[in-house]
């Protein structure tokens, strides 16, 4: 069992399975990624909020032990969604940091796929940086769309795959309905927080 899908067991929530009618629950059954996907509460948006927000009144939190962001205008939420963070080996650090850069679309030379030579995806969503290339694979860079660079060493928020649990390389992955909606509310220099 690889390392990862371990991790996220024991994240999970153990789940019983249901029984045939009038019979006692059977056994306990381990959600697998997809639901722990379901596990994760949906974003909340509140619109009266957010139809405050200017790129001079947001912030950014985010949460590391939660996997969730808010996007704050003045102190009331406007956004809380759910996120993926930097697993294991690519941590994203906690701190307080500032947008640097943004970008509606560049090309990552962290983040993309390994494909074989047919240019068929072996693995989705690999880091350079912490994944080795399944043997006789390349590596094919993905877009990152809403790209929110918070320091030069590969931080940044951005649109990306939520399985549920922490499989990013230091960034923080957004759902891509949200990641335009707080793109579009803050500036260069905007505050981030990244907590525990």
């Not at 994203?92 to 090309?107: I, N, W």
Request: net charge neutral; charged share 25%; no cysteine.
């Amino acid at each position: 069992m690889g390392k990862v899908f371990r991790h996220a067991l024991a994240a999970a929530v153990l789940v019983v399975a249901p029984a045939a009618s009038g019979q006692e629950p059977s056994h306990p059954v381990f959600p697998g990624p997809v639901e722990l996907i379901v596990m994760q509460d949906p974003p909340k948006v509140v619109p009266r909020v957010l139809d405050r927000a200017t790129p001079d009144n947001t912030r950014v939190v985010v949460s590391l032990g939660r996997q969730r962001a808010y996007l704050y205008v003045d102190e009331e939420v406007a956004i809380d969604t759910p996120v993926s963070t930097g697993k294991r080996r690519g941590q994203t650090p906690t701190g307080d940091f500032t947008v640097l850069e943004k970008a509606t679309e560049q090309s990552s030379n962290l983040h993309g796929d390994f494909v074989d030579r047919d240019g068929n995806a072996v693995r989705h969503g690999a880091s350079t940086r912490i994944d080795a290339a399944p043997s006789g694979t390349t590596f094919r860079p993905v877009p990152v769309r809403y790209f929110l660079r918070l320091d030069d060493a590969g931080l940044a928020l951005h649109a990306g795959r939520l399985p549920g649990y922490p499989s990013a390389d230091r960034a923080v992955r957004l759902p891509a309905d949200i990641a335009p909606l707080i793109f579009q509310r803050v500036k260069q220099d905007t505050p981030v927080k990244i907590e525990e």
